[in-house]
């Protein structure tokens, strides 16, 4: 994505505003990130479906470890106010509903889509302001 955001702001850019800098790195990475995501879905929908229902199991267990229970306990006694009326096996419980909810292959496409397109508006904005910064001291 990066590579490719910098080729595109650097590779025969006769212009050299910061706008359509701006427009063609959010260009590819609204591509990147669209055909990363939709294979992160085909992956986990079709290809390896096992691998996310792995993945619960095993958080699913670290979360029924004593240790974590103890740990929080602890979270619970050292900001009382924060966690007001909960227990720490109802702490267990949501942490547990959300490990359910979010490793499902519909949840991960949003999620991915948007940590992509954020990283690509990011890298763009950097790329773009660093070029412009190299251009105008050559």
Same mark, same amino acid.
């Given at each position: 994505?990066?590579?490719?955001?910098?080729?595109?702001?650097?590779?025969?850019?006769?212009? @050299?505003?910061? @706008?359509?800098?701006?427009?063609?790195?959010?260009?590819?990475? %609204?591509?990147?990130?669209?055909?990363?995501?939709?294979?992160?879905?085909?992956?986990?929908?079709?290809?390896?479906?096992? $691998?996310?229902?792995?993945?619960?199991?095993?958080? %699913?267990?670290?979360?029924?470890?004593?240790?974590?229970?103890?740990?929080?306990?602890?979270? %619970?006694?050292?900001?009382?106010? =924060?966690?007001?009326?909960?227990?720490?096996?109802?702490?267990?419980?949501?942490?547990?509903?959300?490990?359910?909810? @979010?490793?499902?292959?519909?949840?991960? $496409?949003?999620?991915?889509? =948007?940590? $992509?397109? =954020?990283?690509?508006?990011?890298?763009?904005?950097?790329?773009?302001?660093?070029?412009?910064?190299?251009?105008?001291?050559?």
């Amino acid at each position: 994505l990066i590579i490719a955001i910098v080729l595109a702001v650097n590779y025969q850019n006769p212009t @050299i505003s910061r @706008i359509d800098n701006l427009k063609k790195g959010i260009l590819i990475s %609204i591509v990147f990130s669209l055909s990363i995501s939709f294979y992160f879905y085909s992956y986990h929908k079709w290809i390896n479906p096992e $691998f996310l229902e792995n993945k619960k199991q095993s958080l %699913i267990e670290l979360s029924e470890n004593p240790e974590t229970l103890r740990q929080a306990k602890l979270n %619970i006694n050292s900001n009382p106010d =924060f966690y007001n009326g909960k227990s720490a096996q109802d702490l267990l419980e949501m942490q547990q509903e959300n490990i359910n909810d @979010i490793l499902k292959p519909a949840k991960v $496409f949003p999620i991915s889509l =948007f940590s $992509f397109l =954020f990283l690509g508006m990011i890298s763009t904005l950097i790329i773009s302001l660093l070029t412009n910064l190299f251009q105008k001291k050559t």
